[in-house]
C-alpha cells in the first residue's frame, strides 16, 4: 500500500469508507469530507499496490483554538504539531494497523517540520501508535516512531560496508570512485578534508565528504562561478 495526495476525483470513494466506527468517533463535521480537502493542511489517502483501490484516508489540520487545548509547550507548538481530524480505514480490512503506519510516515515524511500529530478523539485504531499527554485528555503520535532521527558524526572505516550497501547500484559512482572509494576519502581525513555521515542506531545509511581545497579553476569548466572567481 502506498499512500498520496486527495484529488477531487477521489472524494465518492472516499465518502464510500464511511461507517459506524467513523461515525461513533467523529462528528457530522468531521465527516463531510469535501470541506476537510479543501480546508485542511493536509489530506491523504492509502491505495492497494495491486488495483489502487482507496482503502484508507486522514486528514490534518492545526484549529484556530489550538492554545485553549492548554497542551502547548516547548514539545507541542503550533510550528511542530498538526491534529488528526479524521482517520477512517475500509471497514474489516485485514491491515488496518498498515493504513495507519502508511499514513502516519507520510505525514512526517513530507512535512519535517511536524514532530507530533495530536489526537483529540478516542480512536481505537490508533491506540497502539499514540500515547496520552500528560494532564490532558489527548493523545499525542511522535515523529522519532516513523521517521528515525538521524545523527552527523565523523566517518569511519567501519562504516564502509553500510556505505557500500548505500551505492552498491549506482553504477557511475563505481565507475568513477571505485569500490572502495569511501575507504580512502576515510583515510584522507585532515585538517582540509572531512566525511561526515548520517548515522541511525550506529548504522551510516548516507554519507558527504567536503573539502576545503578548491581548484576554481576545474570547477569553472562544469559550473558557473563568475562570482566567486
Known sequence: MRASTVEIADLQEIINLIDGKTRGVYSHKRCQIRRLVETTQLSLKVI???NDKIIGFAAFDLQADFESKK?????????SVLEL???MAEEDHENVDGIVSCILSAVFKRCPFIHHVIVTKNDSRLSSVSSKIPNS??????????????????????????VAAVYKNNDQLKMIYGD?????????????????VADVNDIAVGAIAISSKISLDQLQCTHHIGGFK
Open 137 to 162: 485528555p489527548y493523545s499525542i503520535i511522535n515523529r522519532e516512531d516513523f521517521v528515525p532521527t538521524l545523527f552527523i558524526r565523523p566517518g569511519k572505516e567501519e562504516d564502509n560496508d553500510d
Open 85 to 87: 481530524m479524521l482517520f
Open 180 to 196: 572502495f572509494f569511501y575507504t580512502e576519502m576515510v583515510e584522507s581525513v585532515d585538517e582540509r578534508h572531512k566525511v561526515l
Open 71 to 79: 497542551i502547548a509547550s516547548d514539545l507541542y507548538n503550533p510550528q
Open 48 to 50: 492497494e499496490d495491486n
